[in-house]
């Protein structure tokens, strides 16, 4: 089992960017692919990026493919998302998500096994 915590959200003008980042505790944080998704109000959950156990591979919504990019760190049990040439539409709640059974992790969200609680990023134009 993994807990997740995201932290690194808030306000920010477009154009602008924001890091997040997601603690992850528990064993073998390296036997779980990464995800970020996000939610904005009213709309369903949305895949952003999601990175392979060992790092080596990530892949990426097409709508923030060459502003957002996904990392992991092993050793410190981390997953980051750096995101730049924010756009009002990049409003939302942000989570991460462990996925357990698939090396490259998935696009769907029902895939994730675990969950955190969530950031708000907000961007204002």
């Known amino acids: 089992q993994v807990q997740l915590v995201e932290s690194g959200g808030g306000l920010e003008q477009a154009g602008g960017s924001l890091r997040l980042s997601c603690a992850a505790s528990?064993?073998?944080?390296?036997?779980?692919?990464m995800g970020w998704f996000r939610q904005a109000p009213g709309k369903e959950r949305e895949f952003v990026a999601a990175i392979r156990r060992s790092g080596t591979v990530t892949y990426y919504a097409d709508s923030v493919k060459g502003r957002f990019t996904i990392s992991r760190d092993n050793a410190e049990n981390m997953v980051y998302l750096q995101m730049n040439d924010l756009k009002p539409e990049d409003t939302a709640v942000y989570y991460c998500?462990?996925?357990?059974?698939?090396?490259?992790?998935?696009?769907?969200?029902?895939?994730?096994?675990?969950w955190g609680q969530g950031t708000q990023v907000t961007v204002s134009s």
């Open positions: 528990g064993r073998t944080f390296s036997g779980y692919a």
């Open positions: 998500a462990a996925d357990s059974h698939l090396p490259g992790g998935s696009s769907q969200w029902r895939a994730y096994d675990y």
